[in-house]
């Protein structure tokens, strides 16, 4: 059986907290277990302020400390605000993975009776055995795993040991792949592929001007699923040599730092990323459309979400999984083979395959895709590439 690699806006399963659940307090969207403060106290030699011993305010700068050993209540709660806030750090795809996971903990504890948090080293295993025995593919193992990690570090508790946990889910990858799983990678779409999709979809009506637009401008990007649907039209600074495209944030960018990243023209019509952007922007301007999302949904009318009558559900934005339709149903107008197969990744993996074949840097390549510069996904791209270009069977005389 096989699994689809999920490399743009899938929830990382290093990062992030968990979210969701239920009793005690909240952190960071996840309602935690009710448990005290880590010995219910301040640490040693650092009482907690807030509290003047009675007059004393006056007499001494630093009277404000509280006698050792005592800490308000108040201390170990969040402000409305600052739980807001915290509840929105985590990219909304780790914190409804997270919210899934830590459902899963909680439930699985209550039935076998454990203690959520803190969490033994003996409990972890189990849970990490538990999934395995239930067929989840390794990655979502490691995925509930570090979900249980991050409470415990949110909830202030030291973390667990991990040792018995790590070695389950070894055993665990091993049997999974000596049963015939595979990680499934989803097909890159090269240029050539790139210019049948484009050529099969049409340029006069407003799903075919939008689509085109991100089928070329998702290649030339190599975007992330989350990136392209977060696209505002002022995000796009138009000049001589192109188009400077702002990506307000990324799966490598959780603190929304943003970058910048240019599109020049193309050398072939149907595929210029700028000139497909520019026919889609004038359709959009032609509804008075001039300003918010880029990328649009469209109803069975040909309203565009934001205009007057349109019947489409959702909000304004195209969501990951149509971006992923609109991927298959092109690669199907296109008669590919397994069409089925390709998605939005498709785009961020060919314009990264399409690259290395140019013999573009690693370095480079990362740069424009906003991987991190040692990613092993570049670096796998490259591999691939290698393979066939540096094959010493090829000079064998077979």
């Known amino acids: 059986m096989a699994r689809e690699h999920r490399d743009d806006d899938g929830a990382d399963a290093t990062g992030g907290d968990p979210a969701g659940g239920a009793g005690g307090p909240v952190l960071n969207g996840v309602a935690l277990p009710a448990i005290p403060a880590p010995g219910g106290l301040a640490p040693r030699g650092h009482p907690p302020q807030g509290l003047t011993p009675a007059g004393s ?22 402000t409305e605000e600052a739980a807001r806030l915290v509840a929105a750090a985590p990219a909304a795809n780790t914190r409804r993975a997270y919210d899934r996971a830590w459902k899963t903990y909680l439930t699985w504890c209550a039935g076998s009776g454990r203690t959520p948090l803190p969490a033994s080293a003996a409990t972890l295993a189990s849970f990490v055995a538990h999934l395995a025995g239930r067929g989840l593919a390794p990655a979502s193992v490691e995925q509930a795993l570090a979900c249980v990690l991050s409470a415990h570090g949110r909830a202030g508790l030291a973390r667990p040991h991990t040792t018995a946990a790590r070695d389950v889910l070894r055993a665990h990858r091993r049997a999974w792949a000596g049963a015939g799983n595979t990680v499934r990678q989803a097909p890159p779409i090269t240029v050539e592929i790139l210019r049948d999709l484009v050529h099969h979809t049409p340029a006069d009506t407003a799903v ?7 089928l070329v401008l998702g290649f030339a990007l190599m975007g992330r699923r989350s990136e392209l ?46 000139r497909a952007v520019q026919a889609w922007l004038g359709e959009l301007h032609a509804r008075g459309l001039t300003g918010g999302p880029l990328l649009r949904p469209v109803d069975r009318f040909g309203r565009i979400a934001g205009t007057p009558g349109w019947a489409g559900r959702g909000g ?36 990264a395959t399409t690259l290395a074949e140019a013999g573009v840097p690693a370095a480079r390549i990362a740069l424009q895709g906003r991987w991190r510069p040692t990613s092993p996904t570049v670096h796998g791209y490259i591999r691939a590439v290698d393979r066939w270009r540096d094959n010493p069977m090829g000079r064998a005389g077979l």
Do not use: W
């Open 57 to 78: 305010a006056e007499s001494a700068p630093f009277a404000s400390f509280a006698p050792e050993g005592f800490r308000n209540p108040a201390d170990d709660v969040l």
């Open 208 to 214: 075919g001007l939008r689509d085109r637009a991100a």
């Open 229 to 274: 649907s977060a696209l505002d039209q002022e995000h796009l600074t138009f000049g001589p040599r192109g188009v400077e495209v702002f990506i307000p944030m990324s799966k490598t960018d959780q603190d929304a730092a943003g970058a910048t990243v240019s599109v020049p023209y193309g050398s072939h019509p149907q595929t210029c990323p700028v």
């Open 316 to 351: 304004p934005r195209l969501s990951g999984t149509t971006l992923n339709q609109i991927v298959k149903d092109a690669a199907r107008r296109a008669g590919l083979a397994d069409a089925e197969r390709y998605s939005a990744h498709s785009l961020r993996a060919g314009g």
